[in-house]
């Protein structure tokens, strides 16, 4: 009895994970052949199926797996964990949803590293806690879009969706997920996907969708796509079939070394001057993309190139000195390379 018990459980493993690898499901006769047993035989494990194993009797008493419920198993080492810590730091930090899954994940993280790092342990057991804090953001329609995009990517099926511009506009859109992006600076994701119309790969906000269904057409991620080299030119999310543009700045002395501690984009280039201040450069897609960060540092950076950017910030230059009651004159002083920042800070 024990060997034939023995015998079920290997053969339910073997369906198990020809359903893992058949996303769309397979009859019983398909099972059969594969398994190379009677369709009868197939038919005797109904009644051991486990609960992540369900026969869809609305699409043709398909065998599938319920990928929402099926659980993985994966270990970590100490090193290993550490990272899973970090990641759950800036998860919890840099987004503002309620999202119950990612709580429940770190928090599953956190109890398996209990006994092998307990201090590691209570901190992302921490980190989940902050995700699933009933004070942040509830988003049900966010999380049901995520939940959709999330089976559309993993079973390769289309979704209809409903989009909102910035203007409130909303349109309709037949989509296919081909990667979904985080971003850290306005606390988002971005989904980027083949979008019909036009029939060409876009990106979405994914709090901008207001509406998703899952179809059941199907479709294949092109072997060429590879998100890392179209967002390789990209200071975040943005990207573009252009040729990058050249983005030189020149921050002050006194933020020189703070500027030298972080990578900020993978092609930077900077040059030490010899006044102290520092000189970075980098071939950006959309040199818009990054008015945040140089916003961030106030009067202690200045935008050489592109033309274009350096006017934008010079406006909204005038429009602060304006707002707080200042007015600006000067001529320029090429013998000076500080001018733009003294101009800030006295002379």
Same mark, same amino acid.
């Given at each position: 009895?024990?060997?034939?018990?023995?015998?079920?459980?290997?053969?339910?493993?073997?369906?198990?994970?020809?359903?893992?690898?058949?996303?769309?499901?397979?009859?019983?006769?398909?099972?059969?052949?594969?398994?190379?047993?009677?369709?009868?035989?197939?038919?005797?494990?109904?009644?051991?199926?486990?609960?992540?194993?369900?026969?869809? *009797?609305? *699409?043709?008493?398909?065998?599938?797996?319920?990928?929402?419920?099926?659980?993985?198993?994966?270990?970590?080492?100490?090193?290993?964990?550490?990272?899973?810590?970090?990641? #759950?730091?800036?998860?919890?930090?840099?987004?503002?949803?309620?999202?119950?899954?990612?709580?429940?994940?770190?928090?599953?993280?956190?109890?398996?590293?209990?006994?092998?790092?307990?201090?590691?342990?209570?901190?992302?057991?921490?980190?989940?806690?902050?995700?699933?804090?009933?004070?942040?953001?509830?988003?049900?329609?966010?999380?049901?879009?995520?939940?959709?995009?999330?089976?559309?990517?993993?079973?390769?099926?289309?979704?209809?969706?409903?989009?909102?511009?910035?203007?409130?506009?909303?349109?309709?859109?037949?989509?296919?997920?081909?990667?979904?992006?985080?971003?850290?600076?306005?606390?988002?994701?971005?989904?980027?996907?083949?979008?019909?119309?036009?029939?060409?790969?876009?990106?979405?906000?994914?709090?901008?969708?207001?509406?998703?269904?899952?179809?059941?057409?199907?479709?294949?991620?092109?072997?060429?796509?590879?998100?890392?080299?179209?967002?390789?030119?990209?200071?975040?999310?943005?990207?573009?079939?252009?040729?990058?543009?050249?983005?030189?700045?020149?921050?002050?002395?006194?933020? #020189?070394?703070?500027?030298?501690?972080?990578?900020?984009?993978?092609?930077?280039?900077?040059?030490?001057?010899?006044?102290?201040?520092?000189?970075?450069?980098?071939?950006?897609?959309?040199?818009?993309?990054?008015?945040?960060?140089?916003?961030?540092?106030?009067?202690?950076?200045?935008?050489?190139?592109?033309?274009?950017?350096?006017?934008?910030? #010079?406006?909204?230059?005038?429009?602060? #000195?304006?707002?707080?009651?200042?007015?600006?004159?000067?001529?320029?002083?090429? *013998?000076?390379?500080?001018?733009?920042?003294?101009?800030?800070?006295?002379?």
């Amino acid at each position: 009895m024990a060997k034939k018990a023995t015998g079920k459980a290997a053969r339910l493993l073997q369906i198990e994970a020809l359903l893992l690898a058949h996303p769309e499901g397979l009859t019983q006769a398909e099972l059969a052949r594969k398994l190379q047993v009677n369709r009868s035989t197939v038919g005797r494990y109904v009644e051991d199926l486990p609960g992540h194993i369900y026969i869809d *009797d609305l *699409d043709e008493n398909r065998w599938k797996l319920d990928r929402d419920g099926y659980l993985v198993r994966v270990r970590f080492n100490m090193h290993e964990a550490l990272s899973l810590h970090l990641a #759950a730091r800036l998860m919890a930090t840099r987004t503002d949803k309620h999202n119950p899954h990612a709580a429940a994940a770190l928090r599953k993280i956190g109890i398996s590293l209990e006994a092998l790092a307990p201090l590691i342990s209570e901190h992302v057991k921490a980190s989940a806690d902050v995700m699933d804090d009933q004070a942040r953001r509830h988003d049900p329609v966010y999380l049901e879009v995520l939940e959709t995009l999330t089976r559309a990517w993993s079973v390769g099926r289309k979704v209809w969706l409903k989009h909102q511009l910035a203007d409130q506009r909303v349109f309709e859109y037949t989509f296919a997920p081909y990667f979904i992006e985080p971003y850290a600076v306005g606390q988002t994701a971005h989904v980027i996907g083949w979008r019909e119309p036009p029939g060409a790969v876009r990106t979405f906000k994914v709090e901008r969708i207001r509406a998703i269904r899952l179809l059941s057409e199907p479709y294949t991620i092109p072997a060429d796509f590879d998100p890392h080299t179209l967002l390789a030119d990209a200071w975040g999310i943005w990207y573009t079939e252009k040729e990058p543009e050249t983005v030189v700045l020149r921050f002050h002395p006194r933020v #020189a070394a703070r500027v030298q501690e972080t990578q900020w984009f993978q092609g930077e280039h900077i040059t030490l001057q010899e006044d102290g201040s520092l000189l970075w450069e980098a071939a950006i897609a959309e040199p818009q993309e990054m008015l945040p960060w140089i916003r961030g540092w106030g009067a202690d950076v200045e935008v050489l190139l592109p033309e274009t950017l350096r006017s934008q910030l #010079a406006g909204e230059v005038r429009r602060l #000195a304006q707002q707080y009651g200042w007015e600006v004159h000067r001529e320029s002083d090429p *013998d000076n390379p500080h001018q733009f920042f003294d101009d800030f800070f006295g002379g």
